[in-house]
């Protein structure tokens, strides 16, 4: 890095991009709840709910399947992990030093059957404080449909109070989005600065193959979804999703690139609003196409580096952590970390192997967030066009101006 630069990123580069992702994330909470509140009313009836609420997990379940698997073929046929000597691997594992123990560590709090009841939250606002996300998302759930259920004045007041919430956040998320084409250089020179090259060049075919995969699901993938059933140009849908792929690219958070997600799916791509904001709110935390294939081809990759044989069915086994990882990995930058080291535990692979990729952990999670975003809007879109035949079913007290 040339001598001057750590001033400059320090004090410029570093400050601009966190008060852009601060200001980004000070509107997750009101805004994942007013959205999925409002969501819920908006489809109405219980049996749409269903109907959307199906499809929106069938998505989730086909589409981040073909990812890992893309991740696993592409993984087996390069082997990443056995071009690396084994001292080298150490040297690169020495250098990340506390966090990759830390990581390890951590991963007990995310194992086992307390995944799912966490889900439900003990106390909603300690959950909304924690950022935990998934528990905000089923109190509001639970919140819409019983809104649903009980139409009395009281109720109808409480819907368009909470969709004032979500016009307040949109009209703020819309002043924020203009800071962008600044944050957004500020976040990438600031990225860049610190990228260790070195290790980018020692990883560089583990690296290759985590981006191949993530290009093939990316620009094959969700191309031919959104010919066949979405009935949309694929360029089309990259232009019009842009600003939400490039907020993904620089911030390596889904959850924090939800607002502008949210307005790009309604206003760009033309989804209607009862399913943008209930498959893009659901889909920032549970649909992770890019960080399931991730989490796949790392483990197979720290499997064969540590010279750890996986048979087939243990590779399928792991195909299916994957797909539960994508859903139950945090919508933050190195949210998937966690679950790989669970994962890795669970096959006897050292889950401190993870400190052996987390030089090159940036610019990779900022690739598989643009793919995690990217799904959530094709997922949409697709959803958005099944829907249409079922438009009248949608309650009018919903309608509000955006
Ligand atoms: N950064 C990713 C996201 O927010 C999660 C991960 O793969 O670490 O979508």
């Given at each position: 890095?040339?001598?001057?630069?750590?001033?400059?990123?320090?004090?410029?580069?570093?400050?601009?991009?966190?008060?852009?992702?601060?200001?980004?994330?000070?509107?997750?909470?009101?805004?994942?709840?007013?959205?999925?509140?409002?969501?819920?009313?908006?489809?109405?009836?219980?049996?749409?709910?269903?109907?959307?609420?199906?499809?929106?997990?069938?998505?989730?379940?086909?589409?981040?399947?073909?990812?890992?698997?893309?991740?696993?073929?592409?993984?087996?046929?390069?082997?990443?992990?056995?071009?690396?000597?084994?001292?080298?691997?150490?040297?690169?594992?020495?250098?990340?030093?506390?966090?990759?123990?830390?990581?390890?560590?951590?991963?007990?709090?995310?194992?086992?059957?307390?995944?799912?009841?966490?889900?439900?939250?003990?106390?909603?606002?300690?959950?909304?404080?924690?950022?935990?996300?998934?528990?905000?998302?089923?109190?509001?759930?639970?919140?819409?449909?019983?809104?649903?259920?009980?139409?009395?004045?009281?109720?109808?007041?409480?819907?368009?109070?909470?969709?004032?919430?979500?016009?307040?956040?949109?009209?703020?998320?819309?002043?924020?989005?203009?800071?962008?084409?600044?944050?957004?250089?500020?976040?990438?020179?600031?990225?860049?600065?610190?990228?260790?090259?070195?290790?980018?060049?020692?990883?560089?075919?583990?690296?290759?193959?985590?981006?191949?995969?993530?290009?093939?699901?990316?620009?094959?993938?969700?191309?031919?979804?959104?010919?066949?059933?979405?009935?949309?140009?694929?360029?089309?849908?990259?232009?019009?999703?842009?600003?939400?792929?490039?907020?993904?690219?620089?911030?390596?958070?889904?959850?924090?690139?939800?607002?502008?997600?949210?307005?790009?799916?309604?206003?760009?791509?033309?989804?209607?609003?009862?399913?943008?904001?209930?498959?893009?709110?659901?889909?920032?935390?549970?649909?992770?196409?890019?960080?399931?294939?991730?989490?796949?081809?790392?483990?197979?990759?720290?499997?064969?580096?540590?010279?750890?044989?996986?048979?087939?069915?243990?590779?399928?086994?792991?195909?299916?952590?994957?797909?539960?990882?994508?859903?139950?990995?945090?919508?933050?930058?190195?949210?998937?970390?966690?679950?790989?080291?669970?994962?890795?535990?669970?096959?006897?692979?050292?889950?401190?192997?993870?400190?052996?990729?987390?030089?090159?952990?940036?610019?990779?999670?900022?690739?598989?967030?643009?793919?995690n975003v990217g799904g959530?809007?094709?997922?949409?879109?697709?959803?958005?066009?099944?829907?249409?035949?079922?438009?009248?079913?949608?309650?009018?007290?919903?309608a509000t101006p955006g």
């Open positions: 890095m040339p001598a001057g630069w750590p001033p400059l990123v320090r004090y410029v580069a570093d400050p601009i991009g966190q008060l852009f992702l601060r200001l980004l994330f000070m509107l997750v909470i009101p805004l994942v709840f007013s959205a999925l509140v409002l969501g819920v009313v908006e489809i109405g009836d219980p049996r749409s709910l269903g109907r959307i609420g199906a499809k929106t997990l069938v998505w989730i379940l086909v589409v981040t399947s073909l990812a890992v698997t893309i991740g696993l073929v592409a993984v087996n046929l390069v082997k990443p992990g056995q071009g690396i000597a084994p001292e080298l691997g150490q040297q690169i594992m020495a250098q990340t030093g506390e966090r990759a123990a830390q990581i390890a560590a951590g991963r007990e709090a995310v194992s086992g059957i307390d995944i799912l009841l966490n889900i439900v939250p003990r106390n909603p606002v300690q959950a909304a404080a924690n950022g935990d996300l998934i528990a905000v998302m089923f109190f509001a759930l639970m919140f819409g449909v019983a809104a649903t259920v009980i139409r009395s004045d009281g109720t109808r007041s409480f819907v368009a109070t909470i969709q004032g919430v979500y016009d307040i956040c949109l009209k703020l998320i819309d002043w924020v989005i203009r800071l962008a084409p600044y944050a957004v250089a500020a976040l990438l020179f600031s990225i860049t600065a610190k990228l260790g090259f070195d290790v980018l060049v020692q990883l560089a075919r583990f690296v290759a193959t985590v981006l191949a995969a993530l290009a093939i699901h990316f620009f094959v993938v969700f191309p031919i979804l959104l010919r066949t059933f979405g009935g949309m140009s694929p360029l089309g849908f990259f232009r019009g999703a842009q600003p939400a792929l490039l907020t993904a690219f620089s911030t390596s958070s889904s959850s924090a690139t939800l607002p502008t997600t949210l307005k790009v799916t309604e206003e760009a791509l033309g989804v209607p609003r009862r399913v943008a904001r209930f498959v893009c709110t659901l889909g920032a935390t549970a649909n992770m196409n890019g960080t399931a294939l991730f989490e796949g081809v790392t483990v197979l990759f720290l499997a064969q580096f540590f010279g750890v044989e996986l048979s087939l069915v243990q590779q399928v086994m792991i195909l299916v952590l994957c797909i539960l990882g994508g859903i139950g990995a945090a919508g933050v930058p190195g949210g998937s970390l966690p679950v790989i080291a669970m994962i890795l535990a669970m096959f006897g692979i050292p889950p401190e192997g993870i400190g052996l990729i987390l030089g090159v952990d940036r610019l990779l999670d900022m690739c598989r967030t643009v793919v959530d809007m094709v997922g949409s879109v697709v959803i958005g066009r099944s829907e249409r035949g079922h438009d009248a079913e949608a309650p009018a007290t919903a």
